[in-house]
């Protein structure tokens, strides 16, 4: 339930998504309610032929926690059918590389972990026909009056609220960029405790960033 692409209604309620007004406002908690009954997977059918058949009218599909990775994938694809066997795609954070790279080793990936001003603190791993994606929630958020926390981009489909545990960023390495884009997603929402129990029980290759004190 924490990776939900029936979520739309919620994300332009809270200001993120493409249909939304003042994106600073906080919605009352009738709002999110009513934003939780047009969400939901069980909602969705998913039938025969590549096709999908929505059970409510007002259900909307918003693929953004994978889209990036999604993109990445037909982009390497388009490169492979090309003959092109050594590169590095990347879009907004997500990155997808194949063959050595300069140093022969793979392509070096620095690994966001939160608001950095100083790159070369950065971790960095070397990626071999590998992708990796970061979830986070220091990019996009705005003050939340009640909260002790500010109101992350990041929203939980199951309360329909952003997440307030003090993860702040979520690497996830992947085969494919689609992946790993969603599955840095849904560790993010689950938190650190749960995200990582989940991680060990997929045998991911995960890195959990936590604010402490």
């Not at 998504?17 to 934003?35: F, Q, T």
């Not at 650190?192 to 991680?199: L, V």
Request: proline share 6%; net charge negative.
């Amino acid at each position: 339930g924490a990776f939900d692409p029936t979520i739309a209604p919620l994300v332009n309620l809270w200001g993120f998504g493409p249909i939304s007004g003042n994106r600073l406002r906080i919605p009352k908690e009738e709002e999110i309610n009513h934003a939780l009954e047009q969400v939901g997977m069980d909602q969705l059918e998913i039938m025969d032929g590549n096709r999908i058949r929505k059970k409510r009218p007002d259900l909307q599909i918003d693929l953004s926690a994978s889209a990036k990775g999604e993109i990445i994938d037909q982009v390497c694809g388009m490169l492979d059918g090309r003959g092109f066997n050594n590169y590095l795609v990347e879009i907004g954070g997500e990155i997808r590389a194949r063959g050595n790279g300069k140093s022969g080793k793979g392509w070096a990936v620095g690994l966001e972990d939160g608001p950095r001003d100083q790159t070369e603190d950065w971790s960095a791993v070397d990626l071999l026909d590998y992708s990796v994606a970061t979830s986070g929630t220091y990019r996009q958020s705005k003050p939340n009056p009640n909260s002790a926390v500010p109101a992350s981009h990041l929203l939980d489909p199951r309360t329909g609220r952003p997440v307030e545990h003090n993860l702040v960023a979520v690497n996830v390495l992947a085969p494919t960029a689609r992946d790993a884009d969603a599955l840095a997603t849904a560790l993010m929402i689950l938190g650190p405790e749960q995200g990582m129990r989940k991680a060990e029980e997929m045998n991911l290759i995960a890195r959990f960033c936590s604010r402490e004190g």
